[in-house]
């Protein structure tokens, strides 16, 4: 954190200087207290008026600097909160999918959030708290030491007391702290999938366990919360007793000293204030350190996620892919989720089937390949290793020759357009999706893209038109309109092969063929990569590669594995006579 603080040097000095102004003002007011009483029981040079003026001007003083103070404390706070959160995003943007796969997205927003604000905190406010409380306790163990050195003394002796409580404790509250917030990591983490999907808890009843889930989660922070109060308030009540002990005693013996004439009265009502500004550092010092061990708990969650290797060092904006491709070639590429011993969704167990195992795979541009197979087959980890989201554990990816390791990340992904199974849209508008593809697009460009997509018809007969806000996560749109949204957003980036995973799935039979139609008509000249469920719309690639268990069980155009009668073969006349059986039952019906 002291980096953080280094980028405030100047706002920090500036807050040094106005915790000293405030402590000086602070004990200024014990000698303004002694001043008048002894101006009152022995009488004064000073005028009256005088002594009012002084006063007056303690007070004004105080207001300007307790708001300065406020202000700048404020501002120190927010400072960090602001820069330790952005660069949180900035890493997490840059972490490999390897590294964001096997942790929830709710557990990145906890700490953006809730972790981000208890540092933002400890950094600000509880920070200064520690410096300047023990920095007022010697400003008035000194002034004590002009009014009487013994009682100084003795009351200053109660000081490592308190300390040494706080340092007892200080352990304890961080473990509790930390244990709180990851509890209340883990209790986002669930709000997020339930708010994410509220049709679905309806849908299936899961309203009453949905909620008995997070009592369970709810409970467990009251927990974390109470053990951080009990020790708190254990720190608490051993130092207040303290305090007020010393605070009582110096009293008694300082109305003995007046009584025996070895001080004055104004010098016994200074000393009472001061001994107020000796005990009260020492008294909320606990609170703080525990508000501090808090702030650093959360730091700990923070650069857990920080420290972690990122794949880039710097955020790059792809403006479009400006690139060509001649030839794409895939050598003996291997992988497997579980090779790490943990696999991407963190459970720690093997993905049995789940892989790609010695690929090998040459396109040419213009050229489309198609892929089919059961599920698990590793058709879709083979798009997440073309885009560089995975490293393969052995063979490599050549686009025109180059090995596409040793490319720049971005660079790399130029090559490619990605059209996923589920359409993954952003709050915003219409049209800020589609431009995802390419900022720099113009309007015309993003319209033309939208009417290759087959969604121009249905955007204009929103009243916004393309400035309709779609709500999270597209949730305005059907599942055929998101679709087609991301399809056009892959449009306009232009990139020189495309990746559709099984793109038109969520489209009706007409918007189908005119989407396909348009796809084709974009696949001239490019590269085009499209997995596939039915088999009637991929008789015309290429090349079609039948995956199972991560390996290429046959390659060949459509007729030559119908003609093999092999598994594509199988598969085929299966889905056929599933849509004959279909068709019959809507005409029975």
Known sequence: MAAYIRNYKALYTGLSVVSLAKIALSLSIAWFLALVTNAAVYGSEQSWGTLLSIGGAILVGEIIVDYIDQVMRT????????????????????????????????????????????????????????????LLAIGAFVYLLTISWPMALLCFAMGPVMILIGAMTGKAIRRSAAGQQEAIGEATVYLQDVFGAPSVVKAYGMQRRTFGAFLKRSREILDWEMRSARIQGGSAAGSSFAGNLMFVGAIVVGAYLVKTGSIA?????????????????????????????????????????????????????????????DELKIENMSFSYGTDGENANGSGEETEGKGLRNLNLTAQAGETVALVGESGGGKTTLFKLLLGLYPPQSGRLLLNGKDAEKMDPQHRRSYFAWVPQEAHLFSGTIRDNIADGRPDAGNEEIEWAARMAEAYDFIREFPAGFETKIGERGARLSGGQRQRIAIARALLRDAPVLLLDEATSALDNESERRVQKALDQLKKGRTTFVIAHRLSTIQGADRIIVMEQGRAAEIGTHDELMASKGRYYALYQAQVREEGAEASAVTAS
Do not use: C
Not at 290 to 316: H, Y
């Open 265 to 325: 009265v104004g010098s016994m009502l200074a000393f009472i204030q001061l001994m107020n500004y000796l005990v009260m550092p020492f008294t909320v010092l606990p609170g703080m350190w525990a508000s501090m061990q808090q702030g650093m708990g959360a730091a700990d969650r923070i650069f857990k996620v920080i420290d972690a290797p990122a794949e880039t060092e710097e955020l790059r904006e792809n403006g479009g892919a400006s690139v060509s491709l």
């Open 75 to 134: 501002k120190a706070s927010a400072s960090i909160r602001k820069d330790l959160r952005e660069d949180t995003l900035h890493h997490i943007l840059r972490l490999p999918t390897r590294y964001t796969d096997k942790h929830h997205s709710g557990e990145f927003l906890s700490r953006m959030t809730t972790d981000n604000q208890a540092v933002g905190e400890a950094m600000g406010t509880t920070l200064f708290g520690l410096i300047s409380n023990p």
